[in-house]
Structure formats: C-alpha cells, structure tokens
C-alpha cells in the first residue's frame, strides 16, 4: 500500500468503523483513541486492518476517495499535511452532529474527526 499521513489514515480508518464486527471494532478504537492521545497508531492501524483480503480493500478504496476528495476540495493545494483547523493548546473542538469532542493538546495539531461522523467539520468551542 502507499504511504499515506496519518491523518488520512486515521479519517479512512473513521470511515471503516461502522463496518467492523467485534473484536477487531475494539482493537480500532483503542489505537484511535492511541493516536488522539498523541501515540501515532497508523502503521498498527493498517497491519491490523490489512489481515483480511475484504478490509485491505475497503480501506484502500476509501483512502483514495479521501485523496480524491481532498484534491478536489484543496484544488490542487500542496500545503504540508493539507491543514484546515488553526488550534492552540486547550482548545475544544466538537462535532455539531453528536457529543464527539477532542481537546488539542498542543499549538497546531489538528484535531481527530469524529467516528461518527468524519467528513463534518468540526466547530471549536468558546
Ligand atoms: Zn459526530
């Protein structure tokens, strides 16, 4: 498979949830749940996904869309790691859709989107 950032593993891998059956939904959501607490868990994320046949294919198809999508939305931008939230340390950002929330932990890291609903954005909170 390509190299993809982290970030767009992480979306992708979002996306996938909803699909997964047990135990392996729970092994995802303890690497995100990892990654949003600042350990990368992207590599563990596609071995772990890559053992079966169906997902590998699953998630290399949704990673592409994610490309897909955000060349189209960029258009054509190059900018490092595509980044669309301007955070600081303390902020809160919350998915408008349900109680998802994600504290930054440090001045410019983006914050995770929500496993329910990864494609809205998110809004921070005063
Ligand atoms: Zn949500």
Redo the contacts with the bound molecule.
């Keep these: 498979m390509p190299r993809y950032p982290p970030e767009q593993i992480y979306a992708a891998v979002c996306a996938l949830l909803p699909e997964l059956d047990e135990p392996l939904k729970g092994q995802v959501q303890s690497l995100l749940t990892q990654a949003a607490n600042g350990q990368p868990a992207d590599l563990q994320l596609l071995d772990l996904l890559s053992q079966d046949d169906a997902l590998r294919q699953r998630l290399r198809r949704l990673l592409q869309a994610e490309e897909t999508t955000r060349e189209a939305t960029l258009g054509g931008y190059s900018g490092l790691g595509g980044e669309t939230y301007s955070t600081k340390a303390g902020d809160v950002f919350a ?1 408008p ?2 109680g ?1 929330r994600f504290v930054i932990g440090e001045d410019g890291e983006q914050p995770l989107p ?4 990864p494609r ?1 954005r998110l809004s921070k909170e005063q």
């Design positions: 998915c859709e349900c998802y929500c496993e329910k609903h809205v």
